[in-house]
């Protein structure tokens, strides 16, 4: 670790609250000079990158081994993504909590799935009557969240169909909060929405079901959205695989994904808090937080909005510290000020995990 260093500015410790310069003295951030000589790190600071929706252990057959799990990680630390909520992992990473060189991993445990409604290999399989049971469980394993599957497609049926009847969600979401847990749930359709707002979900995974009838259901009860945009993406490749066996479905999924950006700009517009989350860790890669807010940007929301939806306001969301007096050092610095171009995230000129500087460009200068 560098003893300390001289953060030259400017510091964005809040979307219109800019600081001259800071420092970093034994890997935590202080605003008071110190005595003693720093090395110098030019450029506009920015807390570490947030992903409030990737999976660190998976990929798109399950879990993985601990070497795969420290690329993914390391490859988060390079964009730098210094904060991640894991959003389901069938891959013990409590590991990950004793390395000072990875990201922090906020987990919420395994996802909780009904049996055959949910990738393989990915999730606790269980059937309502289990439910409640299933989330105290993940809730022990987990650091304060549980993610359940609240929509799939039903293979009987032939479309997306709610997972959970609202006499198990109830018990289920009294159980977590009970154990200090937050619930979020993975929801592409309309027809999930109600019940789970209804049973006291915290937080919508993807949300591409929102509309008129649950946009104000989630903006009155505080529910957060996760909208997933690079993932959502991909909706048009998902339902060219299924249309031959599930047309319904696949046209379902064409719907979505024409009108996801109108439905971000519309949960923003009723006052409903959005956040980046890329998805990585199933079949899509780690490190792309810049994408999704660039995506959140380009789907309607203001630019400070969305660069707040991977920094402060998410850090702040998920309990842990920004660029604050003593607060570890997480933080990355850049060529320019990012509420004027959203790119420069993708380029960090260096980033900073507990103290230690990882990747910077040009070399830091004595002072």
Known sequence: MTDVLHLTG??????????????????????????????????????????????????????????????????????????????????????????????????????????????????????????????????????????????????????????????????????????????????????????????GIDCIEHATGLDEATLPLLAARGVAIVPTLINTATFPGIADTAQPKFPAYAAHMRRLHARRHETVTAAHEAGIAVYAGTDAGGALAHGRTADEVEALAEAGLPTVVALAAATWSAREWLGRDGLVEGAPADLVVLDSDPREDLRVLRAPRAVVLRGVVHGSRPAAQAT
């Open 10 to 199: 400017p510091v964005l410790v809040g979307p219109d609250d800019v600081v001259g310069e800071a420092w970093v003295v034994g890997g935590r951030l202080t605003f008071e000079r110190p005595a003693a000589p720093a090395t110098r790190l030019d450029g506009w600071v920015l807390p570490g990158l947030v992903d409030a929706h990737c999976h660190v252990g998976l990929d798109a057959h399950g879990a993985v081994d601990e070497a795969a799990c420290e690329v993914q990680a390391l490859t988060e630390r390079g964009a730098g993504v210094l904060l991640l909520r894991d959003a389901g992992s069938a891959a013990d990473t409590r590991w990950i909590d004793d390395r000072d060189d990875l990201p922090r991993v906020i987990r919420a445990g395994r996802h909780i799935a009904r049996p055959r409604r949910y990738i393989r290999n990915f999730g606790e399989e269980v059937e309502p009557a289990e439910l409640v049971e299933a989330v105290r469980r993940q809730a022990a394993r987990g650091d304060g969240w549980v993610k359940l599957v609240g929509d799939w497609i039903d293979r009987d049926t032939g479309d997306l169909e709610p997972c959970w009847p609202l006499e198990a969600l109830r018990p289920a979401m009294a159980a977590a909060h009970a154990a200090g847990a937050r619930v979020t749930a993975h929801c592409f359709s309309e027809g999930s929405l109600a019940d789970l707002v209804e049973a």
